[in-house]
């Protein structure tokens, strides 16, 4: 018991040294200011555990002084501000990566806004702030600015981490167009062929097509059929302008069954697709349809009789029906005289049938026709 004592007295003593030493060693006297930069001198240089204990003794030397004229805490502060920035960005850092791994789509923006104010083209953050729209439609049209920034990036010789090169920028695309889809539907139709046009597994997602099929119906579908409705005459009978805008509105109508087609193919299971689907998926994407500013031409059919001569004769422009048999009324309009002509004979007009003779056939007299009024 006494020895217990003793010794709970001898600890009482060591503390009520220990104390006042303490205290001491921090005290701002010059000697213990030069032994903290000396401390400092030695470890700012080598590995995290060294540098901590420059970073202590360094914030130990400014904390006891205010001397704007003091050199030595001009530079120690140098060093404290560049391992603060350091470590709330390595802090940020980690909590943005756990937001990515977690999919916590609001966090991503605000976290990754913060990263982005010290290093603006951190390309892998910019991607991953350029996707977050796609999981969350809350983020979505703020998403799409920085897939914008991040597409740039990529296209600069950044690299896609965390995604590979085509399949980052098929994301960014359907970002951007998925966010005008409704307040700008034409706009989003480029954005969304060139994410289905890229080898990644964004081409094989339905939605994409279905959100594509929207943009052509709600966009220049729905642009050319109230023009179309304008230009048609009274009645709604058809104009050559309103044909016109009927051919550019098929064009449309075209791609967004194509597109409708290719989702319907993409949600079916794979052991019971049907051949048309897959006939329909080895199709090349269609294009954007440039639009029409005149009416096809119709190419005369193969055969077909061609009009020579002057109006108003035979094979000229007043008879735009061709070579008839004879027994039949040609009759021909010049705009002034009506002729009739009428064929007595029983053969037959127009160019003949080689003979297959080696002899030659005698001429037949022409017949005699009578002209009327």
Not at 143 to 149: D, E
Not at 217 to 233: C, H, I, L, M, V
Not at 268 to 275: M, P
Not at 298 to 318: F, H, I, K, Q, Y
Request: hydrophobic letters at 30%; one cysteine or more.
């Amino acid at each position: 018991m006494k020895r217990m004592i003793k010794l709970f007295v001898f600890a009482a003593i060591v503390a009520a040294f220990a104390v006042p030493a303490l205290a001491q060693s921090k005290d701002c006297t010059d000697e213990n200011k030069s032994a903290w930069y000396d401390t400092f001198l030695k470890n700012y240089k080598g590995e995290s555990a060294q540098q901590k204990v420059a970073y202590d003794a360094a914030k130990q030397y400014l904390s006891c002084t205010s001397d704007p004229s003091d050199q030595y805490a001009a530079y120690l502060k140098k060093f404290v501000d560049l391992i603060d920035t350091f470590n709330k960005a390595q802090d940020l850092n980690k909590q943005f990566d756990a937001a990515y791994k977690n999919k916590n789509y609001a966090d991503q923006m605000r976290l990754g806004k913060q990263i982005l104010t010290g290093d603006p083209d951190n390309a892998t953050v910019n991607i991953i702030m350029g996707v977050a729209g796609l999981g969350d439609a809350n983020v979505l049209n703020e998403s799409s600015q920085y897939a914008r920034k991040a597409i740039a990036l990529i296209e600069s010789g950044k690299p896609a981490t965390p995604y590979q090169k085509d399949q980052a920028l098929a994301y960014l695309n359907w970002n951007i167009g998925k966010a005008s889809l409704s307040s700008a539907p034409a706009d989003s139709i480029p954005y969304l062929l060139k994410a289905a046009k890229l080898e990644s597994e964004v081409k094989k997602n339905p939605q994409l097509y279905l959100e594509l099929a929207a943009a052509y119906e709600n966009g220049p579908r729905a642009k050319f059929t109230d023009e179309y409705k304008s230009k048609q005459g009274p009645n709604g009978t058809e104009t050559p302008e309103s044909k016109l805008v009927l051919e550019n509105l098929n064009q449309v109508i075209d791609r967004q069954i194509d597109a409708l087609a290719r989702a319907a193919a993409l949600t079916t299971n794979a052991n019971d697709k049907k051949t048309v689907m897959d006939d329909i998926l080895s199709k090349p994407l269609p294009e954007m349809p440039a639009p029409l500013t005149s009416l096809p031409t119709t190419s005369t059919p193969t055969g077909s009789p061609t009009n020579v001569g002057s109006p108003g004769t035979n094979g000229g422009a007043g008879n735009s029906g061709g070579t008839k048999t004879a027994g039949s009324n040609n009759t021909a309009t010049t705009g002034q005289t009506k002729t009739t002509s009428t064929s007595t004979t029983g053969g037959q007009t127009g160019s003949a049938k080689p003979s297959p003779s080696p002899t030659p056939r005698p001429k037949q007299r022409r017949s005699n026709h009578r002209v009327g009024m």
